[in-house]
């Protein structure tokens, strides 16, 4: 019998990873399931039946009676903390305060997005840099919104990552 929860993704698209990595944080019971994206061995037909934009991640919840096509719809279904999820760790604090804080670093980082993309397409990084300088200021620490970890650490990991990693984070905090 198939598993309750299936995260089915390609590990690489950062998208699919704040979906996996949420699912970690919140201890979520799942098998990962994974698709090729491109190529004669590209996408499963079953798959584009669950997803008919094709895009990863799929959640998969209640042995197929529930479907989150998207990664941010994910998160929201972990935040909650609904049953037919099953997570063992609750990443979303009771205070109001704290989950418009959440909100704001997670739209924070879908807004930042396009300009990551122009900053690795065309090499202009300082409007991504002052972004990101920004960015740094909101954050309470140990975490994004203070001592709890919650799905903003988890939406923003993979991408605060590939920018690390493509022009190092460090030269960003000088201009502070």
């Known amino acids: 019998s198939p598993a309750a929860n299936r995260l089915i993704t390609h590990k690489m698209c950062p998208f699919a990873q704040k979906a996996w990595i949420c699912l970690e944080c919140a201890k979520v019971p799942y098998?990962?399931?994974?698709i090729s994206l491109y190529g004669a061995g590209g996408k499963p037909e079953w798959f584009t039946k669950l997803n008919p934009r094709g895009?990863?991640?799929v959640f998969v919840c209640n042995g197929g009676s529930m479907v989150f096509p998207d990664s941010d719809l994910i998160l929201d279904e972990v935040e909650r903390g609904q049953a037919h999820v099953g997570g063992i760790v609750k990443l979303l604090s009771e205070d109001p305060v704290l989950q418009k804080?959440?909100?704001?670093?997670r739209k924070a980082v879908n807004d930042?997005?396009?300009v990551g993309k122009r900053a690795v397409l065309s090499g202009a990084?300082?409007?991504?840099q002052k972004l990101l300088v920004d960015?740094?200021?909101q954050v309470v620490g140990p975490y994004l919104t203070g001592d709890q970890l919650t799905t903003a650490d988890c939406h923003a990991f993979p991408f605060l990552w590939r920018i690390?990693?493509?022009?190092?984070?460090e030269q960003c905090s000088n201009l502070s």
């Open 55 to 57: 895009t990863v991640p």
């Open 112 to 114: 930042m997005l396009p």
């Open 135 to 137: 960015m740094e200021r």
């Open 164 to 169: 690390n990693e493509e022009f190092g984070l």
């Open 31 to 34: 098998e990962l399931v994974e």
């Open 125 to 128: 990084t300082a409007p991504l």
């Open 101 to 105: 804080k959440v909100k704001a670093w």
